[in-house]
C-alpha cells in the first residue's frame, strides 16, 4: 500500500513538473485553474494526422465562409446610431481569418460540424470583430480547418506542424477569393489571434513583392503576438506610423493598464501600434480621441472539454458606441489600455489582466473609422 501510494506521488510530481512551462502560458492567458485542468484532461490523446482531418472546404460555394457580401450574416452588424456601406456596391473588400474558436480536444483541428459551438464561436468574431469593418468595405471571412486551442500548448513543433496544415486553407481561400470575388479592387487583410498567425504568413508569402501589393489599402492583423523580426521578411510592407499610411500593417496586444510596470519579456520584440493615435508606439493617447468602446454582442464559449453541441446564441444588435471611453499606450510591446475592473467588459478581460479578449471591442470605432479613412486615401490616391 505504502509502495503504492509512494508511485502516484511520485508520478504527480513528474507530471505536476512537466506540466509548469504550460500552467504558466494558460495563466498568462488568462484561464482559470479549472480550464486549466480541463486542458490537461481534455487534450488530444494522438499525434497529429492531417489525413485525420475533415476535408478542405470548397471555397466556390458560399456555405464555405463565414461572410459573404451576397448573403446575410452577422458581419453586417453595425453599432446603433452608426453607418454602415453597402457591401454589394462597395469599392474596397476585407478578407478576414477569425481567431480560434474551436477549443474540444477530440482532435487536433477543427472537423467543421455543421451546427456546433464552434460555429457559433465563429459567429461571435464575425459580430464582435469583422463587422468593424462594413463602413467602409465588402467583407469576405473563410471558414477553416482551424487548429485547436490545445496546439497553442503543446510543443512548438507539433503547433508548427499543425499550423502549416492549417495555414494551407487560408491560402486557398485567399487564393479564391482574389481570382473570383476581388476582380482587381483594392483589399485590406484583417485577422486577430490565431487568423493574425495565419495572416502575419500571408502577407510574407503572397502579397509583399508581388503585384498585389499595390492593391493592398492596409492590414489589421491583431492580437496573438506578433515579433518586428518578420518585417526583415518584407520588401514593401511596413509597421503603420500615421493613421493615413497605406500598404503597412497595424498590430497590438492589449492588457490592463495595472500592469504596465510588470516585466514581461515575451513581447520586449513584439509589434505595437496604437489603435487610438496609430503611431507604432509612442505616448499615452488622449481620451477624447477614443472614438467609442462597442460592448461585446452574444457569449463565446470557453469550454474546453465535453461535447461541442450548439449553445443557441444569439448575436447582435450591437449597442452604440461608448465614446471617449478608454486610454491606450504602446510600452515594452504591450498596448495597455484603462482598467475595466468593475465594469460590462470585466468579464471578457481575463484573470490576470490579458485583454486579448477585448482587441477589439475597446476599438471598435477606431478600428471602423480608421478602415474608412484608409480606403478614401486609397481611392483619392489612386482616382488618376
Same mark, same amino acid.
Given at each position: ?18 506540466? /509548469? ?28 494526422? !492531417? ?16 461572410? +459573404? ?11 446603433? %446610431?452608426?453607418?454602415?456601406?453597402? &457591401? /454589394? ?53 473563410? =471558414? ?22 492549417? =495555414? ?27 487568423? $493574425? ?12 513583392? $508581388? ?12 492580437? %496573438? ?23 503597412? +500593417? ?33 505616448? /499615452? ?26 449553445? %443557441? ?7 452604440? !458606441?461608448?465614446?471617449?471611453?478608454? &486610454?491606450? &499606450?504602446?510600452?515594452? %510591446? ?5 482598467? &475595466? ?8 478581460? @481575463? ?5 486579448? @479578449?477585448?482587441?477589439?471591442? /475597446? ?11 484608409? $480606403? ?9
Amino acid at each position: 500500500m505504502k509502495k503504492t501510494f509512494l508511485i502516484l506521488v511520485f508520478l504527480f510530481i513528474v507530471i505536476s513538473i512537466s506540466a /509548469l512551462p504550460y500552467i504558466k502560458e494558460l495563466r498568462h492567458e488568462g484561464l482559470t485553474f479549472a480550464m486549466a485542468y480541463d486542458y490537461f484532461i481534455g487534450r488530444p490523446d494522438h499525434p497529429f494526422n !492531417p489525413k485525420d482531418a475533415a476535408q478542405q472546404l470548397d471555397y466556390s460555394k458560399d456555405s464555405s465562409w463565414a461572410a +459573404l457580401p451576397v448573403k446575410e450574416d452577422v458581419a453586417d452588424l453595425i453599432p446603433t %446610431g452608426e453607418n454602415g456601406v453597402d &457591401q /454589394l456596391n462597395s469599392e474596397v473588400d476585407v478578407f478576414f481569418v477569425h481567431p480560434t474558436g474551436y477549443l474540444k480536444g477530440h482532435h487536433w483541428t477543427d472537423p467543421l460540424e455543421k451546427d456546433s459551438a464552434t460555429k457559433e464561436n465563429t459567429k461571435w468574431m464575425m459580430a464582435n470583430q469583422a463587422s468593424a469593418f462594413n463602413g467602409c468595405c465588402s467583407i469576405y471571412a473563410p =471558414y477553416y480547418r482551424q487548429a485547436s486551442i490545445y496546439s497553442y500548448y503543446d510543443t512548438n513543433k507539433l503547433r508548427e506542424e499543425i499550423h502549416a496544415f492549417v =495555414y494551407q486553407d487560408v491560402k486557398k481561400a485567399f487564393e479564391y477569393f482574389i481570382k473570383n470575388y476581388s476582380n482587381g479592387r483594392p483589399f485590406i487583410i484583417a485577422s486577430h489571434s490565431q487568423g $493574425t498567425h495565419h495572416s502575419i504568413r500571408l502577407l510574407a508569402e503572397e502579397i509583399d513583392g $508581388t503585384n498585389l501589393y499595390p492593391r493592398m489599402v492596409g492590414a489589421y492583423i491583431i492580437g %496573438g503576438e506578433i515579433s518586428k523580426s518578420w518585417m526583415n521578411k518584407m520588401n514593401d510592407i511596413y509597421i503603420c506610423d500615421g493613421p493615413s499610411e497605406l500598404g503597412c +500593417l497595424v498590430h497590438w496586444d492589449t492588457m490592463n493598464v495595472t500592469l504596465i510596470n510588470k516585466d514581461m519579456p515575451r513581447y520586449k520584440n513584439n509589434i505595437c501600434v496604437n489603435p487610438i493615435t496609430w503611431k507604432n508606439e509612442g505616448t /499615452l493617447s488622449d481620451l477624447s480621441d477614443s472614438k467609442g468602446a462597442v460592448y461585446i454582442s452574444g457569449n463565446y464559449s470557453l469550454e474546453l472539454r465535453g461535447h461541442d453541441d450548439p449553445k %443557441g446564441e444569439i448575436f447582435g444588435p450591437l449597442e452604440a !458606441p461608448i465614446k471617449e471611453y478608454v &486610454q491606450a &499606450q504602446c510600452k515594452n %510591446g504591450i498596448l495597455f489600455a484603462s482598467d &475595466q475592473k468593475g465594469t460590462r467588459f470585466q468579464g471578457f478581460g @481575463g484573470a490576470t489582466g490579458n485583454y486579448h @479578449g477585448l482587441d477589439f471591442a /475597446l476599438f471598435y470605432m477606431d478600428i471602423h473609422e480608421n478602415a474608412i479613412l484608409k $480606403t478614401k486615401t486609397y481611392l483619392d490616391t489612386n482616382s488618376n
